[in-house]
């Protein structure tokens, strides 16, 4: 069965600090992966997304996420936290058999402090 | 608007009752999806469209929901006789087209809450 997990119900950061926030997936074949991020009252909004070639991908508002298939990880990184990246953070795989079908984890919540 | 917008925002109804929920998606996007996010989890997918035809609704949870895209653009998510356990709330998004490597762009979503 295809998956998605996110180990941390919350991460908590100082501002400047780098950020990490993980995700780890389970799929049969190449992976499509996706982070997207939730603000409070907002929609969910797209930062980026890993198909094929280099397995740094850069996405917006200064965040990358690193792909490695050997860890079967998706991790999302920023070399320096800021207090407005504080939001709900979710990993996402397509899911096999439907171009549409998202699979995503249970989100990660991002607590950035000055 | 530019966005996916959703109707209503907020939903209160009664164990039973039937409930419609709308999106219009983002003109020109020929893909719509719909998904259910429950408290504390991660969206769920239920279906989505590739024009006016449901082209995967394997997410629907039981044949209490049914949703249509009649005219290829606005979509109605419509549940009966509504159970408590319904409560959450159901985001749409919309695409360009039906393709894996393609964002979704997610409308704030309807909450409902059954009593």
């Known amino acids: 069965a295809q998956s998605v997990a996110q180990p941390e119900d919350q991460v908590n950061v100082a501002e400047g600090n780098p950020l990490t926030v993980k995700c780890t997936y389970s799929?049969?074949?190449?992976?499509?992966l996706f982070w997207y991020v939730q603000y409070p009252n907002r929609g969910l909004q797209f930062l980026l997304k890993?198909?094929?070639?280099?397995?740094l991908v850069k996405g917006s508002y200064g965040f990358e996420a690193e792909f490695n298939k050997s860890q079967t990880s998706f991790h999302l990184k920023k070399p320096s936290a800021l207090v407005s990246d504080s939001a709900l953070y979710f990993c996402a795989l397509k899911g096999g058999g439907s171009q549409g079908n998202l699979i995503f984890g249970k989100g990660t919540k991002l607590s950035v402090k000055p | 608007g530019a966005g996916v917008s959703q109707t209503p925002s907020n939903k209160v109804t009664e164990k039973g009752k039937y409930v419609e929920l709308r999106c219009d998606p983002i003109?020109?996007?020929?893909?719509l999806y719909w998904y259910r996010q429950s408290l504390g989890q991660g969206p769920e997918f239920l279906i989505y469209f590739q024009g006016t035809g449901a082209a995967d609704d394997s997410g629907l949870p039981n044949d209490r929901f049914f949703a249509v895209r009649p005219e290829g653009s606005v979509s109605t998510l419509k549940i009966q006789r509504t159970e408590r356990g319904d409560s959450a709330v159901y985001l749409c998004?919309?695409?360009?087209?039906?393709?894996?490597?393609?964002?979704?762009?997610f409308g704030e979503g309807s909450r409902l809450t059954v009593l």
């Open positions: 998004a919309s695409s360009p087209l039906v393709v894996a490597t393609g964002e979704l762009f």
């Open positions: 890993y198909i094929t070639g280099d397995n």
């Open positions: 799929v049969s074949g190449n992976p499509y």
């Open positions: 003109s020109g996007h020929t893909a």
